[in-house]
């Protein structure tokens, strides 16, 4: 069965730095354009990034761009989210996603067919 897991996140304060990590368990996820997304407490989930499976082409939310970098290394299996500059609405459940479908775009999550647990991002101020 194909899995994602997330590790990586803990608490921080605002400023600092953390990098997310996400293992696929099959080879397939290194053909598959991989997300990121968060859920904070009361709020949707939200798209974060997103990378091509060439790692080639990134794509950012806009509250993130400058401060987050998405990528990859195919050959491990692995994705990662390296955040900078942490703010307090930063905080959230993040989770790694595959995009398994084409039909609504690299930015909706329903294009993303299998995630991962989550892990857990805590900014203080």
């Known amino acids: 069965q194909e899995q994602l897991v997330e590790s990586g996140g803990g608490l921080v304060q605002a400023g600092g730095s953390l990098t997310l990590s996400c293992a696929a368990s099959?080879?397939?996820?290194?053909?598959?354009?991989m997300g990121w997304f968060r859920q904070a407490p009361g709020k949707e989930r939200e798209f974060v990034g997103a990378?091509?499976?060439?790692?080639?082409?990134?794509y950012y939310a806009e509250s993130v761009k400058g401060r987050f970098t998405i990528s990859r290394d195919s050959a491990k299996n692995m994705v990662y989210l390296q955040m900078n500059s942490l703010k307090p609405e930063d905080t959230a459940v993040y989770y790694c996603?595959?995009?398994?479908?084409?039909?609504?775009?690299?930015?909706?999550?329903?294009?993303?067919?299998?995630w991962g647990q989550g892990t857990q991002v805590t900014v203080s101020s």
């Open positions: 996603a595959a995009r398994t479908r084409f039909n609504t775009g690299i930015r909706s999550q329903i294009d993303y067919g299998t």
């Open positions: 099959e080879r397939t996820f290194s053909t598959l354009t």
């Open positions: 990378v091509s499976w060439s790692g080639g082409s990134r």
